[in-house]
């Protein structure tokens, strides 16, 4: 079997939109793809369904260790292997490919075995660092350079194999894998001459949701990580343009809020956006029930077509989206029956919102209704305008959402048929997380609100708490978080 070409991919550190555009496109055509652990797991999401993913740290390469190069020659060889299966092979690294990430090694793997690469630049834990701290690692005022030094080095190059004493006059000193060891290095730059009160800057998680800092000066920076809790992996930046931290850091003055909700993050707002969804959107195991219900849409409008009389009824008047997932499975069941927008003809179809509306647009469906207030409560002020009485719904819904709306429409003389159209399940892998780090906290769902409870508690009084659309406010009402 001929092999196939491998990707060496730089993912860019913690968040899942920080890779290229260019990785994406790549990593969405893997049949494999080998990932450090450190990557984010929603990166991971976008593989294309039937994907192998793969751990590093099944190989044993999750921290740095004496056993760290027998876990490396273990991913060498499952690349080689798996391209030898002429499968397409991504090996996603954290950061940028080719700083820090044993690479050569991994390319002096292909190259021996003959299987063609490519190597896809990333962004570097260093320029994630300095970006979301505001810290410029150049300056003209005060460093025209910089050195990218690692905290950890092999035992077999010894203790010297790092040239301190060139380091030390560089302008700005970027220190990799050195929490450790950040009191023996700030030691040695003080004893060769750099002055004790040189800013420094320590960012844990850099880009993250929980992106920590520490600000000091050198000969305190080892006190001040400890105090400030700073964790691998961590970024050290040493040097006057450090000391800009205080005026220029963004991320410190912004107001910022978290945003629990699953649409995308918002940009071009006052405030910086955190985006992290605590619910996940999944297909039913079963769709039996559901698939009957679009048959019979569809059987009903077949049967007034071939008819010359006006005696044949609509199985529903209105197919009425509550939500944007509840338009997407819809669509796909229909789509797997072998039918398509032409079985929806003489339905009419309402949309609880703009983004409902806009995925009916991806499936050439324009929604008849769709309220100004988008909540249930909009959605049923807007139904009141019409004569609905004895009139057949069909309501797509989530397996856990509530009958609330139902229970309007029947008050108004609809007859409702519901139905479960996908499941909502709590997210996994929620981070951990100081939710007292942020200055408001946005939910769009009551599963949304309950899930946070479980997963984070309340956060103090002073955060404030905002919800979109009635049920979701009094979901956060009854479990504590208003009021």
């Keep these: 079997m001929k092999n196939c070409k491998v990707y060496l991919i730089g993912a860019g550190p913690c968040g899942a939109d920080l890779i290229t555009v260019r990785g994406l496109k790549i990593l969405r055509q893997a049949d ?12 991971l999401e976008e593989a294309k369904p039937g994907s192998e993913l793969i751990s590093c740290e099944g190989s044993g390469k999750k921290s740095y260790s004496g056993k760290s190069g027998q876990a490396q020659k273990k991913i060498n060889d499952l690349i080689v292997k798996k391209a030898n299966q002429g499968k397409r092979v991504v090996r996603l690294k954290n950061g940028d490919p080719c700083i820090f990430s044993r690479i050569s090694e991994e390319i002096s793997s292909l190259v021996k075995n003959k299987i063609e690469y490519e190597i896809v630049p ?5 320029d994630t660092a300095a970006s979301f701290t505001g810290v410029p690692l150049t300056d003209r005022r005060f460093s025209s350079s910089v050195v990218f030094v690692t905290g950890h080095e092999e035992a077999n190059k010894g203790a010297d194999s790092i040239n301190w004493k060139h380091i030390v006059n560089i302008g700005t000193i970027v220190l990799y894998m050195s929490v450790r ?4 290095i700030a030691g040695k730059l003080m004893a060769l001459g750099k002055s004790w009160d040189t800013p420094v800057i320590a960012i844990s998680k850099a880009g993250s949701i929980d992106q920590k800092i520490s600000s000091s000066r050198l000969k305190d920076i080892s006190l001040a990580v400890k105090k400030d809790g700073i964790v691998s992996p961590a970024i050290f930046i040493i040097g006057a343009t450090a000391g800009l931290e205080k005026q220029f850091n963004w991320f410190r003055k912004n107001k910022r809020i978290l945003f629990t909700g ?7 707002i006052k405030g910086t956006y955190s985006h992290l969804s605590l619910i996940k959107i999944e297909p039913l195991e079963d769709y039996n029930e559901f698939d009957n219900y679009i048959r019979t849409i569809s059987d009903s409008v077949s049967r007034r077509a071939g008819t010359a009389t006006h005696g044949v009824g609509k199985a529903f008047d209105w197919i009425v989206f509550s939500s944007r997932f ?3 499975y819809f669509f796909k069941r229909l789509k797997g029956l072998g039918l398509d927008a032409r079985a929806l003809v003489g339905v ?8 409902t509306k806009e995925r009916l647009m991806d499936f050439t469906i324009s929604a008849d209704l769709v309220p100004e207030e988008e909540s249930s409560k909009g959605l049923i002020d807007e139904f009141r305008k019409l004569d ?5 719904i069909f309501l797509p819904r989530s397996d856990i959402s509530d009958k609330g709306l139902e229970r309007e429409f029947e008050k108004l003389g609809a007859k409702v048929t519901s139905s479960f159209a996908y499941r909502n399940v709590m997210a996994k892998g929620l981070p951990d997380l100081d939710i007292n780090l942020f200055d408001e906290i946005m939910f769009t769902s009551p599963s949304g609100v309950r899930n946070f ?12 708490i905002t919800c979109i659309g009635d049920v979701t406010k009094k979901e956060a009402e009854r479990c504590g978080l208003l009021g």
């Excluded at 699953?262 to 071009?268: A, I, K, T, V, Y």
Aim: hydrophobic share 45%; net charge positive.
């Design 348 to 355: 009419k179809i309402a949309a609880i919102g703009n983004c």
């Design 32 to 43: 494999v793809i080998i990932h450090d652990y450190l990557v984010d797991k929603a990166l």
């Design 326 to 328: 509840g338009v997407e």
């Design 181 to 184: 060891r950040i009191a023996d």
């Design 453 to 464: 409870i479980k997963r984070y508690g309340k956060p103090l009084k002073r955060v404030r």
């Design 388 to 392: 609905i009485k004895g009139r057949k």
């Design 262 to 268: 699953l649409s995308g993050e918002r940009f071009f």
């Design 122 to 126: 990333g962004v570097t834990a260093a």
